[in-house]
Structure formats: structure tokens, C-alpha cells
């Protein structure tokens, strides 16, 4: 897969679009109960030059929630960037709990890798320098990996969402949860295509067409959450 060239790249906007109602849900709801290695974790990712690659911590305290309504225990998570998101689900998954994450970029990991050392979840942990597709392949060689997993994240390169989506249909079990982020890219599905700047253009399109998908699939239950820059969450139906 090439590369995607970001160029002068900007955050997306927050898809809550009052930025008061936004800071008054974090301040009030999310860092209140926030532990304190995200809060180190998010002070820590905020330094780096796209900081706004993590995941929103109220994204984050819905995924912790999410997780422990299933009882999640063996999970998977393609995109990890300094490990936010990573780390909120080694926090809420049991000491015998595993987790395959799965980025291209290890230097930011290494960002995170500290912090999650100190929270003592680094062993529930295995990391994989890689492109996701073919760690992806390689674990359905083995039939043992179907249907094993509990829950998966999704926060990586948004052309690829649908290639991932045929594969954790297989990986992830009936019962448990797959979780996309980044589907409402910052407001930009919601608007004219003469509207977009031209560098969102590209992830707009594959973004509009895996929403489709999505909703077209009827083997999952959906709900489309505008938390951070958009979750879409996905129970396996069979």
C-alpha cells in the first residue's frame, strides 16, 4: 500500500460543534474519572506534531464502557499511534486479557510505550510494526483465530476501513463489538463536495462509501456515534 501524503494536514474539527458544550462534557464527565496514565498519555501525545491522531478521551471513556459491557478479554486494534486508545483497553480488559495492535509507526508508540509500562498492562500487550492487512491475513491462516476476538478498534488508513472490515468479520466473534473512528471526518460527509478542502477530498470518499457499507451489511448492528470525530460501532449479528 503507498503512502498517503498528508501535506499541511489539519485536525479535524470537533463534530460537537460548540466548543463550550464539548469542554463542558470533558471537564465535567471524562477527566473527572479519566486514570491518571491517560491523563500522562494524553499530556504526552498533545507534544507531537498531530497530536490530533489520538483518540479523544470521551471517544476513549465510551470504549472503556463498551468493553466491560462485554466482558472483553482478547481484542484487537489496528492504529495505534501513542497509544491512547491502546492503553484504555488494557486498562479494562482482565490481567490474562490480550491485545494484537498493529502500526506502521513504532516511534510514536514508543511515545505512549512508557506511560503503559507505568499503568502495568504492557504484558497484556502484543505490538506489530506493520501494515495491518497482512498481520490481518496471517492471523486467519490460522482457523484457532476465528471467532476469537472480543472487541476490535479501528483508527487507521480510512481507504482500507472495508478491507479491514472483511477481515475482523471473521476474526471478531458473534457477540462482540468492532468500533471504526474518524467516520464523520470532522463534518466533512455532511457537506457539498465543493465545500471540502481538497486535501479531505480523498479519505471523504472512501469514508462516504464504507459509512454505506456498513449500513448495507446487515450482519452487524450499528450505531453511529458523534463522539470525537465520529465512532461507528458495529455488533457481530453472525
Not at 499541511?8 to 460537537?16: A, E, F, G, S, T
Not at 508508540?109 to 512508557?114: K, N
Request: proline fraction near 5%.
Amino acid at each position: 500500500m503507498p503512502a498517503i501524503k498528508y501535506g499541511k494536514l489539519q485536525p479535524n474539527p470537533i463534530v460537537l460543534q460548540s466548543q463550550e458544550l464539548y469542554d463542558y462534557i470533558l471537564e465535567t464527565s471524562v477527566y473527572p474519572r479519566e486514570h491518571p496514565c491517560l491523563k500522562e498519555l494524553r499530556e504526552a501525545t498533545a507534544k507531537h506534531p498531530r497530536s490530533f491522531f489520538g483518540t479523544n478521551p470521551d471517544a476513549g471513556q465510551l470504549m472503556a464502557l463498551l468493553l466491560k459491557l462485554i466482558d472483553a478479554k482478547k481484542t484487537i486494534e489496528i492504529g495505534v499511534f501513542t497509544g491512547y486508545s491502546l492503553l484504555v483497553t488494557a486498562l479494562n480488559i482482565p490481567d490474562d486479557g490480550q491485545i494484537i495492535a498493529v502500526d506502521v509507526d513504532r516511534e510514536a508508540y514508543e511515545i505512549g510505550a512508557p506511560i503503559i509500562d507505568k499503568a502495568g498492562v504492557d504484558k497484556k500487550i502484543k505490538f506489530f510494526e506493520s501494515e495491518a492487512l497482512p498481520i490481518l491475513d496471517n492471523l486467519l491462516e490460522d482457523k484457532a483465530n476465528e471467532g476469537s476476538f472480543d472487541f476490535a478498534f479501528v483508527d487507521a488508513d480510512k481507504n482500507n476501513y472495508i478491507n479491514y472490515h472483511d477481515r475482523l468479520m471473521k476474526l471478531v466473534k458473534v457477540g462482540g463489538l468492532l468500533i471504526y473512528d474518524n467516520t464523520l471526518w470532522g463534518g466533512a460527509v455532511a457537506k457539498p463536495e465543493d465545500e471540502v478542502p481538497e486535501i479531505k477530498k480523498f479519505l471523504r470518499k472512501h469514508t462516504l462509501e464504507f459509512n454505506s457499507a456498513i449500513t448495507d451489511d446487515h450482519r452487524v448492528e450499528i450505531s453511529h456515534v458523534p463522539s470525537g470525530d465520529g465512532m461507528l460501532i458495529c455488533k457481530r449479528l453472525r
